[in-house]
C-alpha cells in the first residue's frame, strides 16, 4: 500500500532563508507524487507534481521538490521564503498513478514564516 | 482554468437536521469528484469517491446512509449531511478530475466549514 509521512508536523523559518519540508514515501510501484499548500481556512493548491518525468520538479512560486528513489524521498525546497509562504504544506501519493486514484495525504506541515 | 467552486463556504445548523453541500467544477467537466473532511490541524481523510451517473464508493467507516453524495451532472457533485449531529462539525473539501483525462491531478474547492449546535 502507498503512504506518505512528513516527519516535520511544523517548520519555522526567517523570511529570506531556505525551506525544506520533509516527505518520506512508501510505494509498491513507481508513484506519483504531489505537493500541495492550504492556506488559513482555504482549499487546496497543487505546488507541483511528480510523475518520473524528471527527478527534479519545479513548481509554483518557487518552489521545487526532488525525488529520490534510492532514499524514498520527495522533500519540498524553496531557496528564500516570504512571508506568504506560511501555510499548512501536505506531501500525497497517488495509490493508482496515472489512472486517476485516490490521494493519500501525509499529515501535514505547518510553515511559519518569522519577518 | 480547472476551478472548483463549493457553496456554501460555511454553515451552521442545529442538530438533527440535514445540510447541502454542493461542488462544481466551473470550467471543466470532472467524471469522478471526491469528498474528503478535515479536522483541524490534521490531514484530509477521503470520504468517498463520486462518479456521474453512478453511485459513490465510500471509504471504510463512512456512513453511507448519512453522507448522501449525488453526482447528477459532469459539473455537480452534492453531498448531504443527514440528521446533522455535533461531531460530525468538521471542514469539507471536494475535488474533481478533468473528465477523460487518465491522470491523478484533483483539483480542490475552497472548502466548506459545517458548524453542528
Known amino acids: 500500500a502507498q503512504s506518505v509521512t512528513q516527519l516535520d508536523s511544523h517548520v519555522s523559518v526567517s523570511e529570506g532563508t531556505p525551506v525544506l519540508l520533509r516527505c518520506n514515501y512508501s510505494?509498491?510501484?513507481?508513484?506519483?507524487l504531489f505537493w500541495y499548500v492550504q492556506h488559513p481556512n482555504k482549499g487546496l493548491q497543487l505546488l507541483l507534481k511528480?510523475?518520473?518525468?524528471?527527478?527534479l520538479v519545479k513548481g509554483i512560486n518557487g518552489f521545487e521538490a526532488e525525488f529520490k528513489k534510492s532514499e524514498t524521498s520527495f522533500h519540498l525546497t524553496k531557496p528564500s521564503a516570504h512571508m506568504s509562504d506560511a501555510a499548512e504544506y501536505f506531501c500525497v501519493v497517488s495509490d493508482q498513478p496515472n489512472q486517476g486514484g485516490k490521494l493519500i495525504f501525509g499529515q501535514g506541515t505547518e510553515l511559519s514564516v518569522k519577518p | 482554468g480547472a476551478v472548483v467552486s463549493q457553496h456554501p463556504s460555511w454553515v451552521i445548523c442545529k442538530s438533527g437536521t440535514s445540510v447541502k453541500i454542493e461542488c462544481r467544477s466551473l470550467d471543466f467537466q470532472a467524471t469522478t469528484m471526491f469528498w474528503y473532511r478535515q479536522f483541524p490541524k490534521q490531514s484530509l481523510m477521503l470520504m468517498a469517491t463520486?462518479?456521474?451517473?453512478?453511485?459513490?464508493?465510500?471509504e471504510q467507516g463512512v456512513e453511507k446512509d448519512k453522507f448522501l453524495i449525488n453526482h447528477a451532472s459532469l459539473t455537480l457533485s452534492t453531498l448531504t449531511v443527514t440528521s446533522a449531529h455535533p461531531e460530525d462539525s468538521s471542514f469539507y473539501i471536494c475535488s474533481a478530475e478533468q473528465g477523460g483525462r487518465s491522470t491523478d491531478t484533483q483539483y480542490f474547492g475552497p472548502g466548506t466549514r459545517l458548524t453542528v449546535l
Open positions: 463520486s462518479n456521474e451517473g453512478s453511485k459513490a464508493t465510500y
Open positions: 510505494s509498491s510501484y513507481s508513484p506519483s
Open positions: 511528480y510523475t518520473s518525468a524528471a527527478t
